[in-house]
């Protein structure tokens, strides 16, 4: 598993459903690990857990998504007013620059 595919699978995630406070929730609200085959709904970093990928390229995920947005993840994602369609392009700008990187 690439770090392209780890951001892409990402965006996927959240394109379904985004969540703000904890990694994942289910469709009826109770909050669960991202990995977790019930997870409706994930918050940025949750998404990337949810790829089950190893641990170095996860990292890498998680690096290009930081470069992109310029501050800690889970702060960013997690301000009040933040958006769906925010985060979505932050992803969308994190694959773009990796897809450049291959």
Known sequence: MT???????ARERIARGWY?????K????RVIGPSCRNAACWC?????????APVLVAGNALSRLRA???HSIAWWQDQPGRTQA????????AIELEEQRT
């Open 44 to 52: 940025a970093i949750g998404s990337i857990e949810a790829c089950d």
């Open 26 to 29: 289910t469709s009826k609200g």
């Open 3 to 9: 770090t392209l595919e780890v951001l892409k699978g």
């Open 68 to 70: 992109v947005i310029g």
């Open 20 to 24: 703000q406070g904890a990694f994942a």
């Open 86 to 93: 925010e985060v979505l392009a932050a992803f969308d700008r």
